[in-house]
């Protein structure tokens, strides 16, 4: 089994902070992606990356940045929160096997911008 | 259009009821579907990938129609474990592309 941990589940910041959000795989797999959900949005994907310093911006990618140092860590980063970024933050995983392309996800960080 | 569309429901129905969900997607070069289940707070977990033929897991049958882009889901004999949000899920086929996520349908299951 594919495993994904977050550094938080919940998460309290104040608006103009610079937060981190952490993802950590156990295996080797290189396509690692970050979503937020929101009510009457679903999944928008923000940022993913497919080798280590590596990235590509996805849908929303404005006022969030990524770091990639190493294979199994995929750091979200919101340079200045705002009221706005409050959401559940999704990481998740491509194991990219055989073909197959589906994903699996952490358990996810709400996050609270006050 | 967008991209994957699904009914949101609430899709309200007692135990032992079948269901069915629906899902229609715009892009015609998207080669790999999934069904999802997420439950309330919590992240989305893989329920099926759903092939060509048609696939069955126990209760779940998942069928795709490649000609009307359109992908659905049944569950038989439904439980109270099964109340969820149902999210259909299209890609590409490309390694290292996003997901593309219907919205979710949302099911009940009541005694």
């Known amino acids: 089994d594919v495993k994904v941990t977050q550094s938080s589940r919940y998460l309290v910041k104040r608006t103009g902070e610079k937060v981190f959000l952490e993802c950590v795989q156990d295996m080797d797999h290189e396509n690692m992606f970050w979503y937020r959900q929101d009510p009457g949005l679903g999944l928008r994907l923000i940022y993913f990356s497919y080798d280590v310093k590596m990235k590509e911006k996805g849908d929303i990618p404005e006022g969030y940045s990524v770091s990639r140092e190493k294979k199994e860590r995929f750091s979200l980063i919101l340079e200045s929160a705002s009221t706005n970024q409050t959401s559940m933050y999704l990481c998740?995983?491509?194991?990219?096997?055989?073909?197959?392309?589906?994903?699996?996800f952490g358990p996810g960080t709400r996050l609270t911008v006050t | 259009r967008k991209e994957v569309e699904q009914d949101p429901g609430p899709f309200n129905v007692p135990e032992g009821a079948t269901v069915a969900f629906n899902c229609t997607y715009s892009?015609?070069?998207?080669?790999?579907f999934f069904w999802y289940r997420q439950d309330c707070r919590k992240e989305p977990k893989l329920l099926m990938s759903?092939?060509?033929s048609g696939n069955e897991d126990g209760r779940f049958t998942a069928q795709l129609n490649r000609a009307s882009q359109y992908i659905s889901l049944l569950i038989r004999d439904s439980k109270l474990s099964d109340s969820a949000t149902y999210l259909c899920v299209v890609t590409p086929n490309q390694a290292g592309t996003a997901l593309i996520f219907g919205k979710g349908t949302t099911l009940s299951v009541s005694s």
């Open positions: 759903v092939y060509s």
């Open positions: 892009n015609s070069a998207s080669q790999s």
């Open positions: 998740a995983v491509e194991p990219g096997a055989s073909g197959t392309y589906e994903q699996y």
